[in-house]
């Protein structure tokens, strides 16, 4: 039985739901429905008959974020809706429009963008280090993303004021040499997907009629993090036609150094002056206390991009406080998370429910293995990446060659048989990289489950095609256990309990922020962003060093300062941890390094102008009324309780 479209939703919702056919902007905080929102009225516009099913592009970001559109649709009677991230989209459609406009001058996707940019670095005698060559790589993606094109680049960095990995010339040198090196491979990089696509669109009248006469209805997801050329792409698919929804919130635009902007978002309403535009504050994702931690983080953001100023108003009843520990190094954060997370399983809440958040990839190695080590199932994400990684490529050749042998009527069995001689073991193997890879063949088995489930008869080589349908589409299989996830790739997802971790500053924020206003204003939004995927358990941790016995190398993150209520837990885990026994700041209660700290009995971090005496009394008011209502006013959790 499908769902109606317009059971549970709101007044606002409603409207956005039930507009019609035409431009509309639901400009809305996290967690307040706007995914919800697009899915009902596609399915709205369906079932009302206002549109078919294949004449609906909605376009979002992550393959796994286009794979639950995929999957909220169906439930909701609209399958058959094309729901891609860009590049997807770009990359169907380039396959069929190609032959037609090129001929028979055939292309492949370049898979090595790092090598490649290495190459134009050397041939333009720019820096060739990892470290430079990854700042390159940036650079050239977000001049892309922007329009701009070597000759401009130089013009167009300076007219920006952006500091940009190098002088301009050279960095226009090394993007001019890489994009030959590039034509004459006939590669194509993941942007050149997009400008293509625009410009046949642009350039062949044919095909943007055929295209046009197929597409009716476009819907973006995520739409604060569109790029220039993402929204070149977008006009091109739309042409004379404002049939187009979409939903945004410019807090969580987390992409600007890739060339996103929300000034398409922002700017909608003047754009298309007619369109419904719709703005939703009920927050339906989280507890009152995450609402309200996201609500402290983001009203203290400066800058260009602090676009919409709504709070958000929770709806769900309160849960725990947001917990906040502090540890010695990374491997003890580790382990506190693994062991926390070993009891949430053992106390009932599914693996599935649970993630872990980093700001950068290198972070996840520690949780791995520490996860690992604990027997905890996790996926890392990244997941869009799935059908690239060896050893599902090493699988499906297997499957793929064994396709003609294959008589066996069981067709999971068959899989695990054929997977086990490239490493599916029946027990997770030991260390955090073959289990990693042991978690992914597991999850083709799986797959292979859920489709012999709904697909009567289906033999190996149909099994062997509806994997290279969805490598295809990007549509990776869904791996059951803790999820592990850079913030950048938790966008729009949602968990029960989140564990946001390595809060230090020079990760969050991130060190080459520094010194750049919009840079670090960025990093606030990638916090919201984490912060807002908790339903309802938030624990936000960071370690003082990387590795154990090296003493406090680091400080908590800048931003967690409005976030800890000002009783602060922080002092009382270190005093915990080292007895109480050095001299501390009188404000916060962190142990003081150098003698001015020590002479003035305050941090660095701390205002000097603070009331110590209303501090005190204060502190003690919250600390008898928590006891009273038998409820912590905050919830500390330190190495040793854990
Ligand atoms: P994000 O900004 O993180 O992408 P979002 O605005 O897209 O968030 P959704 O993911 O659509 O928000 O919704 C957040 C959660 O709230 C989901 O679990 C959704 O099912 C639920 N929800 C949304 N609207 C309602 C409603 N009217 N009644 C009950 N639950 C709702
Ligand atoms: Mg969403």
Known sequence: ??????????????????????????????????????????????????????????????????????????????????????????LRQLRYFWPQVVGDRQWQLLEHKFRAVGQAAVRARAGTDQDAVRDLATEIEWAKSSLITPAEYPAAVARLRRDTPGPAEQVAAVYAQYEELKNQAEMLDFDDLLLHTAAILEDHVGVAEEFRDRYRCFVVDEYQDVTALQQRVLDAWLGERDDLTVVGDANQTIYTFAGATPRHLLDFPRRFPEAVVVRLQRDYRSTPQVVAAANTLI???????????????????????????????????????????????????????????FRINAQSEAYEQALAEAGIPFQVRGGERFFQRPEIRRAVSVLRMAGGRAADDDLVGTVRALLAPVGLTDEPPAGAS?????????????????????????????????????????????????????????????????????????????????????????????????????????????????????????????????????????????????????????????????????????????????????????????????????????????????
């Open 434 to 642: 073959a289990r990693t890879q042991w978690e992914s063949l597991l999850a083709l088995v799986g797959l292979a489950e859920e489709l012999v489930a709904v697909r009567e008869g289906l033999d190996l080589p149909g099994f062997v095609a509806e994997l290279d349908a969805r490598a295809d589409a990007a549509h990776p299989p869904t791996v059951q256990g803790v999820t592990l996830a850079s913030l950048h790739a938790a966008k729009g997802l949602e968990w029960d309990v989140v564990f946001l971790v390595g809060l230090v500053d020079g990760t969050l924020p991130i060190q080459h922020a520094e010194g750049d206003d919009d840079a670090i204003e960025e990093e606030r939004r990638l916090l919201y962003v984490g912060i807002t995927r908790a339903r309802r358990v938030l624990a936000l941790s960071w370690a003082l060093s990387r590795s154990p016995g090296k003493g406090r190398q680091r400080r908590r993150s800048r931003f967690l300062h409005g976030l800890i209520p000002d009783h602060h837990p922080a002092s009382r885990i270190a005093e915990s941890r080292t007895g109480g026994s050095k001299p501390r700041c009188r404000v916060c209660g962190s142990p003081l390094l150098g003698a001015e700290a020590m002479k003035m009995r305050r941090c660095g971090d701390c205002p000097s102008d603070v009331d110590m005496e209303l501090l005190d009394r204060l502190r003690s008011w919250r600390a008898s009324t928590a006891k009273e209502q038998q409820v912590p006013a905050y919830v500390v959790f330190t190495d040793a309780t854990l």
């Open 1 to 90: 039985m499908t769902a109606d479209p317009l059971h549970d939703l709101d007044e606002e919702q409603l409207a956005a739901v039930t507009a019609p056919r035409g431009p509309v902007c639901v400009l809305a905080g996290a967690g307040t429905g706007k995914t919800r929102t697009i899915t009902r009225r596609i399915a709205h516009l369906v079932a009302t008959g206002h549109v078919a099913p294949g004449q609906v592009l909605a376009v979002t970001f992550t393959a796994r974020a286009a794979g639950e559109l995929r999957t909220r649709l169906r439930a909701l009677g609209a399958a058959g809706v094309q729901a891609r991230t860009f590049h997807a989209a770009a």
């Open 299 to 357: 009203s203290a953001a400066r800058g260009r991009v602090a676009g919409s100023r709504l709070r958000l108003e929770g709806q769900l009843p309160p849960g725990p406080d947001p917990d906040f520990t502090e540890h010695d190094d990374e491997p003890a954060e580790a382990a506190a998370v693994a062991r926390r997370i070993r009891k949430l399983i053992a106390d009932g809440t599914p693996a599935a429910e649970i993630a872990v958040l």
